[in-house]
């Protein structure tokens, strides 16, 4: 049962603590996608890659986020000092262009809770 | 840049149909699709549209017009489980990337 798997599910910090986030994509899928999710904004698009290239990663604060992908089975966001304004569901979610379009497959997300 | 405007709230009742618009302007405009999300959990896939008409799908059907930068997605016989947001989400550029609406929370009512 092929899923996109992230960790961890729920994480709770205190401000100004460093937040890892973690990404297995399904694999075979080129594509991976992060967002984030509040009441307010909804669904963000943070970044997102292709063949473990960054595409786009203006929806991101980058004095604080950074998103990586070491190899092609792990996706890494980071945020660093974390700040209580960073509190949300952040989604993890990949697939690979077919006929012109890329559905995304979810993960389960990580909810972030910074105090 | 991108704009998606879809209703925040609707209601309906049990056993009817409701209709979920969603409005867009995009540049490199390549499908639209739309995803359900229950709450407290993960989206997951109901429809692609590329080409203009109607999409149906058992219950859920989509309908897009590119011209018009207009899709929606209808549900017929309704049920209780399918309270939950419906998303809209773009797919542009040559990169594909997806950009969601902010979703529109559905209740169904008895």
């Known amino acids: 049962d092929a899923r996109v798997t992230q960790t961890p599910r729920h994480k709770v910090t205190e401000m100004g603590q460093e937040v890892t986030m973690r990404c297995q994509p399904i694999?075979?899928?080129?594509?991976v996608f992060w967002y984030r999710q509040t009441m307010m904004q909804g669904l963000e698009l943070l970044a997102y890659?292709?063949?473990?290239?960054?595409?786009?990663d203006s929806g991101m604060p980058k004095d604080r986020f950074s998103a990586e992908m070491p190899d092609a089975t792990l996706a890494t966001l980071k945020i660093q000092p974390s700040e209580p304004r960073d509190s949300a569901v952040y989604f993890c979610?990949?697939?690979?262009?077919?006929?012109?379009?890329?559905?995304?497959?979810f993960g389960q997300g990580t909810r972030l809770t910074v105090v | 840049g991108q704009n998606i405007d879809q209703p925040t709230e609707m209601t309906a009742t049990e056993g009817a149909i409701v209709q979920i618009n969603c409005t867009y302007q995009?540049?490199?405009?390549?499908?639209l699709f739309w995803y359900q999300q229950h709450a407290g959990e993960a989206p997951t896939f109901l429809s692609y549209?590329?080409?203009?008409g109607l999409e149906e799908k058992g219950r859920f059907s989509s309908f897009l017009s590119r011209s018009k930068g207009y899709s929606y997605l209808l549900l017929k016989e309704l049920q209780m489980k399918d309270s939950a947001s419906y998303l809209c989400?773009?797919?542009?550029?040559?990169?594909?990337?997806?950009?969601f609406g902010t979703g529109t929370k559905l209740q169904v009512i008895p």
């Open positions: 979610a990949s697939g690979t262009p077919t006929g012109g379009n890329t559905e995304a497959f």
């Open positions: 694999l075979g899928h080129n594509t």
């Open positions: 890659f292709r063949n473990r290239a960054p595409l786009d």
């Open positions: 995009t540049s490199g405009f390549n499908g």
């Open positions: 549209n590329v080409l203009d």
């Open positions: 989400a773009v797919v542009s550029g040559g990169y594909q990337k997806v950009t």
